[in-house]
């Protein structure tokens, strides 16, 4: 077989047909030619080249063959990738309230990367990111994701072996996680919490607050405070997620309520964008700043690195460009003494990726698991699992976890049935909060 010709796009197939609709395709006709261009698309796809290592074969069994993706309650959104070979690999692109848009993206990535070497995940991923023009944000980012953990979920089928081989090998034996607590009165925080603990947690989240004023009552505060200390007379330690809804003037006032309670961390403080605003927070609590689920590249991460305004670096596997992306962060985040915390209040996929970055990072240091967690309404974590067993929780760890790629073992059928009843849906978006005189809040 002989190499394609540098300058010509890729065919579609091997056929004489394919190759001239794909030169047909690649011709932009003149804008003045209104009949001809609306005949024909002003625009059409043009197929990209792959690799250009990739000698032109049929015999290779790890081109891609298919993408797809399948919206399933509660709200996630789950990638299937199969090779031509017929191995199978499954991501998640979850982007709550933003479903749509995700899987629109996803169809264009789909057309672009039929009969690319699933193998290469990184010419790939640079590819889909840096080939666009336009780049990054949370709806492509979390289309690359669920594209990238189904890849590396791939790879690690071929080659028999979990994901966390591939990363350059396991650093620890379990990981670290925490549940949710999701109530908003001390008696339904306590009561969870006890639930959690009867899962097996030693850790634990819950929402610092309701939707709260630019400046509130100073009263607002109080409750959290008694939440905190409700949750933490049993023994769990406790993250506090402001949920970036709580704004400067209140949050300093809160970081100082909390500080002699100890909270785990405190997540998303301040809504991201204010780097100054967080380092003045900082500057002001010992207590472990944490944040960015919306944060998606190494490049949206850098201000909060360099100058020093966070304790923990939150990147959400499912929106941040996956394994590939998630894991690159994560090792700049090392250079500055920063822990990474995966955010994951999502489903099974994003959760196992998560975990296979924590058994391979020497800075991880917990992850988010949504085992019954509120949102889970019509279908939970193990809902489309086969091997549940693998996420069992074990003194607050899920243990190392072994089987090839991401080790998750999917039913298949349901996933596709439930898809199917899905559609019919309009998918979950998140509630809207008003203040007292009728404005906006942050969710
Ligand atoms: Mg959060």
Redesign the pocket.
Same mark, same amino acid.
């Given at each position: 077989m002989s190499k394609p010709d540098a300058n010509t796009p890729r065919p579609l197939g091997t056929s004489t047909e394919a190759s001239e609709l794909s030169q047909q395709q690649a011709t932009y006709l003149p804008p003045s030619d209104n009949a001809l261009k609306y005949a024909k698309g002003i625009q059409r796809h043009v197929p990209a080249k792959p690799h250009a290592s990739l000698t032109e074969t049929k015999s290779n069994p790890h081109l891609i063959k298919s993408v797809e993706s399948f919206y399933v309650r509660p709200r996630w959104l789950f990638v299937r990738i199969e090779t031509e070979g017929g191995v199978v690999g499954w991501g998640e692109g979850t982007l709550e309230g933003h479903t749509e848009a995700v899987q629109g993206s996803l169809r264009d990535i789909g057309r672009r990367l039929k009969g690319w070497d699933a193998m290469n995940i990184e010419d790939i991923y640079t590819y889909l990111y840096r080939h666009r023009f336009y780049r990054g944000g949370e709806v492509l980012m979390s289309a690359m994701s669920g594209v990238d953990i189904a890849l590396w979920d791939i790879k690690g089928k071929v080659l028999g072996v979990p994901v966390w081989e591939l990363l350059g090998g396991k650093v620890r034996e379990a990981c670290p996680v925490y549940g949710w607590v999701g109530g908003d009165r001390p008696s339904d925080v306590l009561e969870q919490a006890k639930a959690r603990k009867a899962q097996g947690f030693t850790r634990v989240k819950m929402n610092a607050t309701e939707s709260i004023a630019w400046l509130d009552s100073p009263h607002a505060l109080d409750e959290t405070v008694k939440r905190l200390a409700e949750v933490k007379s049993i023994g769990m330690d406790v993250g506090l997620?402001f !949920?970036g809804r709580v704004h400067k003037a209140m949050a300093k006032q809160l970081a100082q309520l909390l500080e002699p309670h100890r909270p785990l961390f405190i =997540? =998303?403080p301040l809504l991201p964008g204010h780097p100054n605003e967080l380092k003045d927070l900082y500057n002001k609590t010992t207590i472990p700043i944490a944040l960015g =689920?919306r944060l998606f590249t190494r490049e949206d991460c850098r201000p909060y690195f360099e100058l020093g305004c966070i304790d923990i670096i939150?990147p959400d596997i499912a929106h941040a460009g996956g394994i590939t992306e998630t894991r690159k962060i994560a090792i700049m985040a090392e250079a500055y003494d920063i822990g990474v915390a995966p !955010?994951c209040p999502l489903g099974p996929l994003a959760f196992a990726a998560s975990l296979h970055i924590g058994f391979s990072t020497p800075n991880f240091v917990v992850c988010e698991m949504s085992w019954k967690m509120h949102y889970n309404v019509g279908a939970d974590l193990f809902t489309y699992m086969k091997n549940p067993e693998v996420f069992k929780v074990v003194d607050g760890n899920i243990m190392l976890m072994t089987g090839v790629g991401l080790g998750v073992e999917l039913d298949e059928e349901l996933i596709r049935k439930e898809a199917a009843e899905a559609a019919k849906i309009d998918p979950w978006i998140n509630p809207l909060f008003r203040g007292d005189d009728g404005s906006v809040r942050e969710w």
């Open positions: 997620d !949920h =997540e =998303e =689920e939150q !955010h």
